[in-house]
């Protein structure tokens, strides 16, 4: 691989995307870089009002991810050391483009521009895909009170949006390695197999 390896693990939520980042962390050594998800001053309350909210969201998840990524290209890019992280920041465009309406949007996805096309992207990108009831599963097992209520037809609509994404993203950058994870059969947390699978398929990437 020319460039140290910038590996983001993402798929919709409850997928397992921090859960299969962490385990690769500690197998391949890696530094971890994490969602901010417990300190979101915005998050219940978006759940509760979308419409109301989602800017503000929004900018948020944008702000903090921004001042992640630039610490993650001088800590470790630019030292030629190879990092995980549990999320791309291209994530940001896919919720944008969904909660978010009229100006706003717009004005989100110029910001959005202006502060990341600049800034060096995972080259490597481990993306879970898992179906509607996987997720729910998922997200009911981790029990975080505000997404109890989460609309289905939202989580579905993410599902979607994602493959999207993710199709956009093969085109736009195609030295970007994507490596699909079926996350209904494979399991890398109660087989693991499955676990070993993947993070050799990593090692002789990150060769
Ligand atoms: N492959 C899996 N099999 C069973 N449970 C899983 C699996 N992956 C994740 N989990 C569990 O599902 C919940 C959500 O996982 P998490 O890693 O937080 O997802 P994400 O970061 O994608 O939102 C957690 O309780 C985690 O332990
Ligand atoms: N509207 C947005 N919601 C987001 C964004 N990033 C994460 N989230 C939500 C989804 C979950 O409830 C929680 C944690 O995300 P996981 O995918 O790690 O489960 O935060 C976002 O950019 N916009």
Not at 72 to 95: A, E, R
Request: hydrophobic share 40%; with cysteine.
């Amino acid at each position: 691989m020319k460039h140290a390896p910038f590996i983001a693990v993402e798929g919709p939520i409850g997928a397992g995307k921090t859960t299969l980042a962490s385990m690769l962390a500690e197998e391949l050594n890696l530094p971890i870089i994490k969602e901010i998800v417990d300190e979101n001053p915005f998050l219940a309350k978006f759940y509760q009002n979308m419409d109301d909210w989602s800017f503000q969201l929004e900018m948020f998840f944008l702000c903090n991810r921004y001042k992640q990524l630039e610490d993650t290209v001088t800590q470790y890019i630019d030292k030629g050391k190879p990092v995980i992280s549990d999320y791309h920041i291209y994530k940001n465009l896919i919720f944008g483009e969904r909660t978010l309406k009229g100006t706003k949007r717009e004005k989100y996805r110029e910001i959005y521009h202006v502060l990341t096309d600049d800034l060096p992207k995972p080259n490597i990108i481990l993306y879970i895909k898992a179906d509607l009831y996987t997720l729910l599963k998922r997200i009911a097992k981790r029990g975080r009170p505000f997404e109890g209520d989460m609309d289905t037809a939202y989580l579905q609509q993410l599902i979607e949006d994602y493959d999207d994404a993710m199709a956009s993203l093969a085109i736009q950058e195609p030295s970007t390695v994507i490596i699909t994870i079926d996350g209904n059969a494979v399991d890398f947390v109660e087989n693991p197999e499955h676990f070993v699978e993947i993070a050799s398929h990593l090692k002789e990437l990150m060769k």
